[in-house]
């Protein structure tokens, strides 16, 4: 009961249970490593060509007498467009996930410094034989 309480405290109970529908071992599953920018480039390019596309198609739409300015054309990607975004991106994760694994750690220790070797050495190959991953 502590545990749960402990666990739920932290955010995690639903990470510790490796019989959880949705049970992610945090520690081993770090953000994503960046795509490369070549890739970024072109979806950030083709995203910006389709946000003008509809503006233009808007444009069109309105009455000639009364519409304004055709819309300007997209600025070219670069470099530091895709930088500045996946940097921003990279670093909301990645400091929800230490976050996380800081909580997970702090379990971690808990659980080893409370419960008896013996039982928790035991618990713990049972999961291993079964590919669990827990605590």
Same mark, same amino acid.
């Given at each position: 009961?502590?545990?749960?309480?402990?666990?739920?405290?932290?955010?995690?109970?639903?990470?510790?249970?490796?019989?959880?529908?949705?049970?992610?071992?945090?520690?081993?599953?770090p953000p994503?490593?960046?795509?490369?920018?070549?890739?970024?480039?072109?979806?950030?390019?083709?995203?910006?060509?389709?946000?003008?596309?509809?503006?233009?198609?808007?444009?069109?739409?309105?009455?000639?007498?009364?519409?304004?300015?055709?819309?300007?054309?997209?600025?070219?990607?670069?470099?530091?467009?895709?930088?500045?975004?996946?940097?921003?991106? @990279?670093?909301?994760?990645?400091?929800? @996930?230490l976050t996380? !694994?800081?909580?997970?750690?702090?379990?971690?220790? @808990? !659980?080893?410094?409370?419960?008896?070797?013996?039982?928790?050495?035991?618990?713990?190959?049972?999961?291993?034989?079964?590919?669990?991953?827990?605590?």
């Amino acid at each position: 009961m502590r545990f749960e309480y402990y666990a739920d405290s932290l955010g995690l109970l639903r990470l510790i249970r490796p019989d959880a529908p949705d049970f992610i071992h945090l520690p081993s599953n770090p953000p994503p490593r960046p795509l490369r920018y070549e890739h970024l480039m072109r979806e950030l390019a083709a995203q910006r060509e389709q946000e003008y596309a509809r503006e233009i198609a808007e444009w069109l739409s309105e009455d000639e007498a009364t519409r304004g300015a055709e819309p300007a054309r997209p600025a070219i990607v670069t470099f530091r467009d895709v930088h500045d975004m996946q940097q921003k991106d @990279w670093v909301a994760e990645n400091t929800n @996930w230490l976050t996380g !694994v800081s909580r997970y750690n702090a379990l971690f220790n @808990w !659980v080893n410094s409370s419960v008896d070797s013996d039982i928790l050495s035991t618990v713990q190959s049972s999961l291993r034989r079964q590919g669990k991953l827990s605590l």
